[in-house]
């Protein structure tokens, strides 16, 4: 093979194709900031792609067979998160016919010495098998009376849960012999 047909060759290895603006039309592998989330198709200029994000591992061709790969997995991932809500739907619904009774120590008008926090309503949910974390329940602020007290529980972005939650002055030793 002569020099001129190698070049020619190796040209023809080496040009992407082009996007619809003149650039290459890539598929992220990996989330890039300021570019896209992974699975995206993008179109970036031969030098940001030959010299950053395909020897990064971050990007590959779009082609025909990688974007139905990227939607088979796509549709996937979005029935996973249906299921998903789902179960954190009938998570909310439990929830909500639930309720839980906090013991306390207080004065005689009500006013408890501590008071009741994210910690304490997480413990009682979990001795009720639930897995719930303290971050994820919502007070507008320790509870410091006695009484009933509604208490949103964060499950999701767009799941909230409803928890009723009596508190209730803790028996001494004292009464308990009388």
């Known amino acids: 093979m002569s020099k001129t ?3 020619k060759a190796a040209r023809r290895v080496k040009r ?4 619809v603006n003149g ?3 890539l598929l992220l592998i990996q989330s890039v900031p300021d570019l896209g989330k992974q699975g995206d198709v993008v179109e970036v200029k031969a030098g940001y792609a030959n010299n950053y994000l395909f ?3 971050l990007a590959t061709l779009a082609t025909g067979h990688h974007k139905r790969m990227v939607d088979k997995h796509q549709e996937r991932l979005q029935q996973i998160e249906k299921a998903r809500l789902a179960d954190l739907n009938s998570l909310a619904e439990t929830i909500g016919r639930q309720s839980v ?5 207080a004065n005689d008008e009500g006013h408890l010495y501590g008071s009741v926090g994210q910690a304490e309503i997480a413990a009682e949910l979990k001795a009720l098998d639930f ?3 303290p971050d994820q329940i919502r007070l ?3 509870l410091k009376e006695l009484g009933l007290y509604t208490v949103a529980i964060h499950l999701a972005p767009e799941i909230d849960a409803e928890l009723k939650v009596w508190v209730i002055p803790s028996v001494s030793d004292e009464e308990s012999s009388d």
């Open 23 to 25: 650039g290459i039309e």
């Open 131 to 133: 897995q719930i974390s």
């Open 5 to 7: 047909a190698k070049r």
């Open 55 to 57: 020897p990064q591992g």
């Open 101 to 105: 009774t906090i013991e306390a120590n």
């Open 140 to 142: 507008e602020g320790p």
């Open 16 to 19: 992407l194709p082009k996007g």
